[in-house]
């Protein structure tokens, strides 16, 4: 495929467009490609880390604005809405404005909205913020991709991705750690203000380094209707999954946002066969590797995201361990995906994203059926060993199937490619999180009552069976105030065992999706337009 001719704009009195082979910059760092690379990085971290550190303010946050826990779901939930809903439009705003300006807007809007969530009195406040947080990361994050398919030459952007994926992996394990630290020592606020400093040092690195790449035939106007029912579509499938566990699979609101999601994803296929430039031209998916790593990025999130959800209540609730000491112990797992990423990279590079991505998700698959057989005393040795084979295993995915998406798209349409893969991973993790939580609930509720009934413990009236079963989801053993000691050790006995039980049927699942995820894998191939970035001519 011919490669695109793309305009460099550096703006008055900046210094002169890097040569040809773009591995060379120019006067100065602007448009340096590992400078870009860190440039993009540190913006990229704040949304990363802000989709778990926030977790482990929850409590804090309730306790200081008196929030209900359907209230605190939604600190979290409105973020990853907001995120979703957007990505691919704000990956069209990039292309169309150039990814430099929209980076950096979404830097500064991201970093206001992080501190006006920790000037915030009110709960209602707070949610707010959040979604414009969601908002203003989903215009960073496509762009930061945008900005490395531009700059890098075809034989160096593998490694670039591998960092990339290094940085998001990181951030996303690493999240609780710090939040845990920030909160424990200083206040929930901090989680929040920890991301001022972050973005002013991104927006005076990006202002210096960053240099906008655009493509000659980049989009010059708007599919309005286009955004309208694929934005529709994606918030009325989101909602349904966030709102899926608290409605329940079984009941018509959840179906019914389904299938006007379904409907409204038609209409919009329908739409942009129509319309001159549409908003995702659906050529893109006639190329079988970039829809085989569209799916891949959604497996490979709903067997993550969905596992190491059960994974933190497992080590805080089961084990006991403070949210510090449970962040630490999936250090192996971020230490994995840190030295793994960008080997990764070099694999894909010079053996292609084939046989690196079955081999990743085989990895994944067997840590997730590994973690299958944790038990309530299994020791930290073992637990570690099974979280950095999940490490190990996703390091390369992050890396290939990132690649394989935005490698195999136009370059002109490398923003959209970018929003396509977050929302992928978006939409993987809200799947995983709740297809994995029915399989969990299911569970629960068919083996709590026999063994409840087998340790000889008191009948519970139906009322006290829902709080129970809501309790032991989450590792919680259901004791009452004033419960004999041995009673309390008997309830909390049968409250872990059967979370356990629960835990290992749906950490089967989530490996039974790893497994088809290495058959997605063998239908993708090098990017065909990764030489349509840095590696060509320049006007």
Known sequence: MTSQTT?????????????????????????????????????????????????????????????????????????????????????????????????????????????????????????????????????????????????????????????????????????PILGGVLVEHVNWQSVFFINVPVGVLAVALGAWI????????????????????????????????????????????????????????????????????????LGLFRSVPLSAGVVLMVLMAIAFMGGLFFVTFYLQNVHGMSPVDAGLHLLPLTGMMIVGSPLAGAMITRFGPRIPLAGGMACTALAMYG????????????????????????????????????????????????????????????????VLGAVMASKVDSDLAGNWKDAGLPPLTPEQTAQANEAVQVGVAPVAEGTPPEIAAKITDVAHDTFISGMSMASLTAAAVAALAVVVAFFTKRGENAEAGAGVGHI
């Open 210 to 281: 960053l240099l906008d790449h655009r493509a000659q035939n980049a989009p010059r106007s708007f599919d309005l209707l286009g955004i309208g029912l694929l934005s529709g579509a994606m918030f009325c499938l989101v909602w349904a999954l966030i709102k899926a566990p608290e409605w329940g699979w079984g009941d018509g609101k959840t179906w019914g946002f389904i299938a006007v999601s379904v409907v409204g994803f038609a209409l919009f296929a329908v739409w942009e066969t129509k319309v001159k430039e549409p908003l995702i031209p």
């Open 7 to 175: 305009i460099d704009k550096a703006g008055p009195g900046d210094p002169a467009p890097p040569a040809p082979s773009g591995a060379t910059p120019g006067r100065g760092l602007r448009g340096h490609p590992w400078f870009t690379l860190i440039t993009v990085a540190v913006g990229v971290m704040m949304v990363a880390l802000d989709g778990t550190i926030v977790a482990i303010a929850n409590p804090a946050i309730a306790s200081d604005l008196g929030a209900t826990f359907a209230e605190v779901q939604w600190i979290t939930n409105a973020y990853f809405l907001a995120l979703a809903v957007a990505l691919i439009t704000a990956g069209k705003l990039g292309d169309r404005f150039g990814h430099r300006q929209t980076f950096l807007i979404g830097v500064v809007g991201f970093a206001a909205a992080s501190g006006a969530i920790g000037l915030s009195d009110s709960i209602a406040l707070v949610i707010t913020f959040r979604v414009l947080q969601g908002l203003f990361g989903a215009l960073l994050m496509p762009a930061a991709l945008g900005l490395l398919r531009a700059t890098f030459p075809a034989e160096k952007l593998n490694m670039a991705i591998g960092i990339w994926g290094m940085v998001i992996g990181a951030s996303t394990a690493g999240g």
């Open 371 to 434: 973690m299958s057989t944790l038990e309530t005393d299994t020791g930290s040795g073992l637990m570690s060993l099974w979280f950095a084979l999940l490490g190990l295993g996703l390091a390369p995915v992050m890396v290939g199937a990132t690649e394989v998406i935005v490698g195999n798209a136009p370059m002109e349409l490398s923003g959209v490619a970018g929003g396509l893969q977050q929302a992928a991973m978006q939409i993987g993790g809200s799947l995983g999180t709740a």
